[in-house]
């Protein structure tokens, strides 16, 4: 019997040796802009346009299948917007002071975010030197630092750690193409739109979540 477990125990890992071996796995860097912008279930506060961000990182795709892949990766993101106070005041606060925000003013937030999504991702047959796919899926984002800026208050990108979420779940939905260099090598392009599923901004009576439409610009090695 102590035999025939080793053997079994052999067999599964050499099966599952064989099993991993037969993934393909795909890696890549990418510097992607973004513009990043406020979503609001209230009234009470106002989204007042967006601002420009970068989201830096790799991707890691394993094909289950000839076409299809889990995807995930990590990067840094920057996000944020501006939002105006329509109804009540309220109180930002810095590293370097209280400030009172009065109704009909701007605040403007931006903060960097450590990403890491988890979907799914679906190629095309090779067109020429190029494969499209789209993706989808969902992204987890902890908070690594944030800035404020009020023009009223003279406040120029201080740092504030009450205003903003310590993190937040997305959504994301993408389109691209890889051009290919020779072999596994590739050019990586296409859009990405992110949407909110929590809220980004802890202000009072008020779910404010984040969107964000990016340009993907990278290499897969």
Do not use: H
Request: glycine residues 10%; without cysteine; proline residues 2%.
């Amino acid at each position: 019997m102590k035999s025939l477990g080793l053997i079994l125990l052999f067999l599964s890992l050499l099966l599952d040796y064989k099993w991993a071996n037969a993934q393909k796995y795909s890696f890549g860097v990418f510097a992607d802009p973004q513009l990043s912008w406020f979503n609001s279930n209230t009234k009470r506060y106002d989204p007042n346009g967006p601002v420009v961000g970068l989201n830096i990182g790799f991707n890691a795709d394993r094909f289950f299948a000839k076409r299809y892949a889990f995807a995930s990766g990590l990067s840094i993101s920057t996000l944020g917007g501006n939002i105006r106070l329509m109804q009540s005041t309220y109180t930002l606060k810095t590293i370097d002071g209280t400030y009172n925000i009065a109704i009909g003013d701007n605040i403007k937030l931006k903060s960097q975010y450590l990403t890491m999504p988890v979907g799914f991702k679906f190629r095309t047959n090779q067109i020429g030197y190029t494969t499209f796919f789209a993706n989808v899926g969902i992204s987890g984002s902890l908070r690594i630092r944030s800035y404020a800026w009020n023009d009223t208050n003279n406040v120029s990108r201080e740092t504030t750690q009450t205003d903003m979420a310590w993190g937040f779940a997305s959504y994301y939905l993408g389109i691209g193409g890889e051009y290919s260099l020779g072999g596994e090598s590739a050019i990586l392009f296409g859009i990405t739109w992110n949407d909110g599923l929590t809220r980004i901004i802890e202000l009072p009576n008020s779910t404010i979540t984040s969107q964000s439409f990016s340009i993907k610009i990278g290499v897969i090695f």
